[in-house]
């Protein structure tokens, strides 16, 4: 895979953006889903311009798995929230590229895995709750 991650911004260096633009904003994650038995989360991240705002200014979701090694393999639901607060972020206030850092570290990462074929026609895929 040929990109270079110091061209992403990671999603600490978002929130400090955010932080400075929007001193009075908040933001907020929810699990939507989560699988512990086979180690997935889905988390949503609401971005709030202001704190009295009742609708958020930006939504966004990611989607996390939990692995065998690595930092998934304890703290897989705190890289999901941290994932979903970046692109919330990223929705409101753009930077050069879409992804974070974070997510093309995962991108990363997963292109260095094995391919593992899977029969998307025996497989079930759970639905996935939205509010």
């Not at 409101?92 to 093309?104: E, N, V």
Request: with cysteine; net charge negative; charged share 30%.
């Amino acid at each position: 895979m040929a990109f270079d991650l110091n061209n992403y911004e990671d999603v600490n260096s978002r929130i400090k953006r955010f932080r400075e633009t929007h001193i009075a904003g908040r933001i907020t994650t929810e699990i939507v889903e989560l699988n512990v038995k086979d180690g997935y989360v889905v988390i949503r991240a609401c971005v709030f311009r202001e704190h009295e705002d009742v609708v958020p200014a930006a939504i966004d979701y990611a989607f996390e798995q939990r692995s065998d090694r690595g930092v998934n393999r304890d703290f897989w639901i705190e890289n999901c929230s941290t994932s979903a607060i970046g692109r919330a972020i990223g929705l409101l206030m753009p930077s050069d590229a879409r992804p974070t850092r974070q997510d093309m570290e995962k991108v990363e990462r997963l292109a260095t895995q094995p391919a593992v074929e899977v029969d998307l026609w025996a497989t079930a895929i759970p639905a996935v709750k939205v509010e």
